[in-house]
């Protein structure tokens, strides 16, 4: 619901609803290189120290004056799962929230990778079916035109059939 | 028979419907069974998927995905490996079998078809399939669903004959029988891209999977126990329906079909605890986790049937049963536990199928096993003689 809010939004020339409205501009919205740039400002400053934090927008003149976090080392979305578009400076380890830790490789990617390996150009799979036609084909052919002498079934006299069943 | 003709007149096997009532008790019974699946069904389209379903926002998925979709198909592929196994390999033995086979698969592949649209959310965008400009193509489940279409087609050309021979047309059935080989070959391509579409869904889920139940080996397991599964699919429905229709049993082919699954079971086996090995996560099969007991539950059944058809013993009738039953069991599991007990999608989140997501599988096989019975009564699709009865038995 609110990605379809936020996508009505940006076609007017406005953006994510959540960092319009967040009041502390704990949520800003932007282009990941200047989100990258401001995390690198606030890492920049001492903890304790004051500066101004943007409301809304990245960059934004609505800004408020506060107290610079201790932050953690890792800028938690910039690597996990690929990295993503959503950057998280935190000031506690994500561990400690119960947050899973996160492999760097993005199984989508993976899955992408191996898809397109698998079915590049449809060449393995035709290839594949173009083997298994001309099998069938060659098994078809000699026995077409008399049904009798072509194959006899192979397991009548097999000798394991007696006095097994109960 | 159908395109497997040629051979068939070999082998002298014909196929005949084999008549009777419609009603019995039996089908009664299944026939209620479906009258609530239909109930379930029409509460399911009126008030959504939530008013019938424990599916959550963890869980997006469930019993209808897993057992019919998964399963099914996978059972379901026992008519495309028959086929293969007949008609590529040429091997006259298995004949008997094929039509049962291929008409289980049928219904299996139409069975997950239909669960599939009660599960989509937006079933009336199902139609978005049909249109390539809508295709996501890296996609692995638009893939499957892909899969299942194309494979359900072909299979319906290939009981196709089938019909034709019930209402007389040789001549269509003779051109038919010209080009099936085309369709004999393309199934297994389908058959097999579909299984092993489902080895890679699993890479998707990355970190969300167990571990245990990840895979490196893509295709080769979810292959490996399709095929056994397939292979004892069939196994089970000649013994059942020998029993059932007081036929005599194909023990001997069946017996052969079950070597076949043996050997497969054992590649299955040694790629399982290879793959494990190779990605490390061996140590993890020793620790008290749910995972790691189903883990070894599951196994042992994979191991079971290895032991339950050596030697002489492993062909008698009740031996190549109880093995079937295992094996097939062991390949559903497989699949549960994969995507249903493995499955963490965050702390937090429960899923448990509800009596209507049961009601509605329970029905589906209801529906398949009231069509297959419909179908070998009506069409010409069991043997009509046993091959094996007069030399084989004592």
Redesign the interface.
Known sequence: MSVRRTALHLGKGRYAACAEVCPTGATLFGPVALLEKEIERRRSLAPGAKTTFPRGRVGSADSYEGIVGKYVEHTYGSTEIGGTQVLHLSGVPFELLGKPALPDVSPAARSETLQRAIYNHLIAPLGFFGVLALVAWRHMRPAEPVAAPGAPPPDRDDGRGSGGEP | MSAFS??H???AIETAPIGGRLVTRFTAVLGLIVGLFAVVVAVRFARGIGAVTNLNDGYPWGLWIVYDDFIGTALGASGFIVA?VT???????YHPMVRPALMTALFGYIMASLSVFFDIGRYWNAWHLFLPRYAQI?S?LW?VAMCIMVATAILLVEVLPVVLERFGKHGLRRKLDRV???F???G??VA??QQ?AFG??L?????QIDPIYQIDL?PILYLTSTIGMGLAAVTLEGSLSALALRRP?E???L??LMKVGQAILAIFLVARFADLAVRGVLPRVFQPTTVAIVFWIESALFAAPLVLLLG?AG????RLFVAAMTMAIAGMMYRFDAYLVAYHT??GWHYFPSLGEMAITVGLIALEILAFILVIRLLPVLPRRH??SG????
């Open positions: 040629v051979t007149e070999a082998a293969f008609y590529i390999l040429n091997r006259g033995a890296d692995v893939q099936m080989f085309l004999i070959a393309f297994v391509v097999v891209m092993s890679t869904l890479v998707i889920f990355g970190p893509l049993l023990r001997e082919l017996g052969r002489k062909q008698r009738a009740g965050g702390p091959p094996s030399a084989g038995r004592s």
